[in-house]
């Protein structure tokens, strides 16, 4: 709830705050409270950390939003799902919300929540413009109220700030992480953390134990249990509430009594739900004992959430009603002036600006001047910069392209809109206000304050305004008591007019901003001592006559010279001192001197009174006045002369007669007559005085009337005139802290421009449009002859240290087509190799004055840059794949034998957890290597079976290895993955072949020892038995060679028979014919097969067609398909030998033909002893036999 700064409305419920035995009202027990964790694509590990140690328990769902790529299926629930008991499941549309357990946002989706119900829609805007978790947070705030809890995790970027600052404006839990591996995921809580608006920072294993003490505490509230016990909480809580704001004023200087009380309480009682005090006492002492609580409690009273036009319908009634008005009077001359007290973050101040900047397009408008106030710094900071996250809610795609330009991932409001808004800290309550505005709006301020604040500052925005200037309020407010002082325009969007026949009393304001102007010194009273001599001079001549006793006095009466023995008629009286003629002046003569006086000074005449009389003494002196005005050096009668002439008298001596003493009778007689004359004069004079008094009276007391009636005018004015100069010298202390603000920012801009540009080591040639060269960094002093007396000379004048004769055209086809264009200037003599860069030189409003040239020393990159591709060559033309993954498990690189192995492009996994590869069966080693727990620096190398998703399968034996930087930490991971199917493969044949070996061996010695025991039973003597064992083991032997020159694979016919027959040809090859497809034949045929021909071929030799010089074999084969497969029909017949008989009995080779090959192969055999030649038919199958 801002103080000056504009609060949204809470919607958590009112409780009945109390005192020390108060409880708060909060979540009834059953309900569910609703947390949503935000975290970006890199926050896999906090998501693991916090539900690692998080219970099963209490009343709390979870819903994650993370940023996911919209064509990847999320593996996050299967992830989440092994760190934690409660069931995780991706969001679907309608799925109501359920305690424990958890759902995950679901890929290329929006994610809201209406009633406790999710709902999933297709993302509308563009990808570059989703904030998913914003969007999620701001819905659950406004389904929850003070019930939501949302929490940021580690992600790059400020997603989440803005739906943060929403679950605080209605009363709700915010958390954020602390403790990052890598700075580039400290984006998004740190943005939250700069609200200022955050509960806790904490690691994310410690935030489930705050969850739980929170739910609790808001389970456990319970109202007074009677209707007294509420009346003696609330009078505990005023009081108790009044030490708070007591507190908080001490500490940040704003006094918050005058807000209503159930507001304050609303937000005390949710700093007592985060800290978990019990009480409001309880708070109190955690408020004295914690310095930085009293910070975080003025943050919670100023939570105020705006938005650009907010309340569409009161911008069209401004732009209908109050802005043509305001603009019809106008000249280009003039200056409207809007003040926007309690901005927030401005984005109020900032919609007006573009509404009053849309409405003079048509013209040229007057100068604005918004006026935008607040007393929270943060904000304030925040309005001035004017950057604003994406995307711009309220804002038209129209007006974003028109009023505010891209920077990184946010908008900033463009120059010309911003420099017609100052922002300043002020305060409404204790500030004087702005004055001679055209608008106040002031929306969502007053429903805060209680009725006497809203008074005094609906009277201030009176005050503030020029005649007919407009007030705008927010909907749910009201003028009450104030109503007369404005004309109600449009009731239901609170648009007022200032009334001019109302006066609103003074407000005096304790403002320490107003410095107190200095007293002026009253003059030096200008010293006498020049006119006294001129004067004393000029009263000589004129009593040079008389000689009498004088003094010289002024229009106020008072002696300024004394002449003469004055003490005869002048002497001090009792009580102050003074030299007033009249109160120095003997008291007969007081009345006669002051008719003189004054008769005096009214005519300008001399007064000249004779016939007076003094006692001198004791004896009666007669006397003559004379009163005579003076002039000074300006001509000026401002003094007269009083001067006392006593007439000679004196009496006889010796003794009287009685004509003396009839003398001296008639003396006396006179002497009494001239008295009672004087005194009658006196009378005269005096009743003339008292005339003359009354009508100075009578005329003074209307002068005095005049005088106060001017004083009242005067001090009225005075009044009005202090409030305007307070509201100017607030005026001025505004425009002042904005223009010091600046200031300050163009001076650290400039820092940093500067540091930046000496920093970076980069060659930097800024150019005008006529190639004078406007400023450089010190580097450029490398590529050409700089001096700084250069500035302001065209750089075709410099003469260079690189070869570029380019540069004339390049600059020429820059400002020409606007264009960056990019060259690589290549050294000479083993010179540095420099990449330029030139682009258009823009002013801050757009405008092209020039061009930037920066070289950048590439010589080393492209050494690194070609030896990087001669690796990634190496790599790619690996047969093994080879890929690359971050600390935090994100697949980084992706070789094409990866591709080819595992059957997933690089698009489809880059930047994936690398779990995905880890297969639904894998061994231990491999659920031990991906889950990290066995990713030692040289951990041993193991084996693991991954399917394509095309269905095959695919041994592979991974080797993992670090990537480490200099001081060999490891950086990266690397793992490479070699298909293993042809190790497998030979593997396989070795221990067949092994086991093949095995039986061969004993067939083969089986086999020698048969053919040696028929050899030798069948054998007449021991010679023959040697000639033909021999000659048989030799026949065996060459099939053995046969096999292996083949690998034990298999062996060909055709080689078989010329190994037997060969020997026999004599180099006639039509003795020996054969003829026959080619065919392979296993090792169990070749080796019977062999043993038959031999013994054929030896018969042959020693009996048959063979022993003779014209005899001829014939030896033909073919294969045929019959019931048992494919069958070998082999044909042995002999032409042109001797004449066959039939031998009485069968030797051993008969016996193996006849016998062993129906026994060893499961063929047929047919032997025939014709007198033209044997025959030998053979037919064996071949279904598993030979290719």
Known sequence: MPSPSKPAKSSAPTTNAGSSTAKILKTPPGQVMIVAIGASAGGLEAFKEFFSNMPAEGELAFVLVQHLAPDHRSLLVELIGRSTRMPVLEATDGTKVQARHIYVIPPNATLTIANGVLQVSRPAPPREHRRPIDTFFTALAGDQGDRAVCIVLAGSGSDGAQGLRVIKEHGGLALAQSGFDHEAMTGMPASAAATGLVDAVLPAAEMPKRLLAYQKQMRTGRRPSSKHAAVENEAGSAAQLKTVCELLHAEVGHDFGQYKDKTLLRRIQRRMLVVQAGTLSAYIGYLRQNSHEHELLFREFLIGVTEFFRDAAAFEALHTIAIPTMLEDKTSADVLRVWVPGCATGEEAYSIAIALREAMDAQRGPKVKIFATDIDDMAIGAARAGRYPSPLIGISAERQARWFSKDGDGYVVIKQIREMCIFSPHSVIKDPPFSRMDLVSCRNLLI???????????????????????????????????????????????????????????????????????????????APRRIENEIEQQARQALAPWSPVYVVINVKHDVVH???????????????????????????????????????????????????????NGHQRPLRLIVELLATDDDKRDMCMVAFHEIDYA????????????????????????????????????IELHEVASEELKSANEEYQSVNEELQSANEELETSSEEMQSINEELQTVNAELSSKNDTLNRVNSDIRNLLDSTHIATLFLDRHLA??????????????????????????????????????????????????RTLVGIDNAPTFLLRMRPYLTIDNVVDGVVLT?????????????????????????????????DDRISSWNTSAERLFGLKARQVLGQPLEMLLPAKASAEARAFFSGQARQPQPEDFEMRWTRPDGSAVPLEMSYSPVCDPDGQAVAGRLIARDITERHGAARHAEIMLAELNHRVKNTLATVQAVAQQTAANAPDLESFNESFLARLLALSNTHNLLARESWNGAPLTDIINNELAPYCDGDELRVQLHGDNLTLLPKHALALSMAIHELATNAAKYGALSVPGGQVSVGWTTRK????????????????????????????????????????????????LPHGVTCVIDVPLSHGAS
């Open 773 to 822: 060269i406007r400023g450089y960094t010190p580097v450029m002093t490398r590529l050409f002859h700089l001096r700084d007396g250069d500035k302001g000379r065209p750089i075709t004048e410099i003469s260079p240290l690189i070869a570029y004769p380019e540069l004339t055209d390049d600059v020429a086809r820059v400002l020409r087509e606007l264009t960056v264009t990019e």
């Open 1122 to 1169: 019959t019931r048992r497969g494919r069958q070998l029909h082999l044909q042995w017949a002999e032409s042109g030998g001797p004449v066959v008989v039939p031998p009485e009995h069968h030797g051993f080779g008969t016996r193996l033909i006849k016998d062993g090959l129906p026994y060893e192969l499961d063929g047929q055999v047919t032997l025939a002893f």
């Open 855 to 887: 070289f950048v020393d590439i010589t080393e990159g492209q050494r690194l840059s070609n030896e990087h591709a001669r690796l990634a060559a190496i790599v790619n033309s690996s047969r093994d794949a080879i890929f690359g993954f971050s600390l």
């Open 448 to 526: 805060y304050l209680n009725n006497d604040l809203q008074e005094q500052l609906v009277q201030a925005f009176h005050y503030a305004l020029r005649p007919h200037g407009f007030l705008l309020l927010g909907s749910s407010e009201r003028l009450a008591r104030s109503a007369r002082l404005f004309t109600e325009l449009d009731k239901k969007q609170r648009l007022y007019v200032r009334r001019e026949d109302v006066r609103t009393k003074p407000r005096n304001f304790p403002s320490s901003r107003i410095r107190p102007i200095n007293p002026i010194e009253p003059a030096a009273p200008v």
């Open 651 to 686: 009496p006889r001596p010796g003794g009287t007669s009685t004509s003396d003493e009839a003398t001296a009778d008639t003396t006396n007689l006179r002497a009494l007559e001239d008295e009672l004359r004087v005194t009658r004069v006196q009378l005269h004079e005096a």
């Open 562 to 616: 004394f002449g003469g023995d004055t003490g005869r008629y002048l002497g001090p009286s009792s009580g102050s001192a003074s030299l007033n003629l009249f109160q120095l002046l003997d008291r007969p003569l007081r009345g006669v001197v002051r008719a003189a006086v004054l008769q005096a000074f009214a005519s300008g005449q001399r007064v000249l009174r004779e016939g007076l009389s003094t006692v001198l």
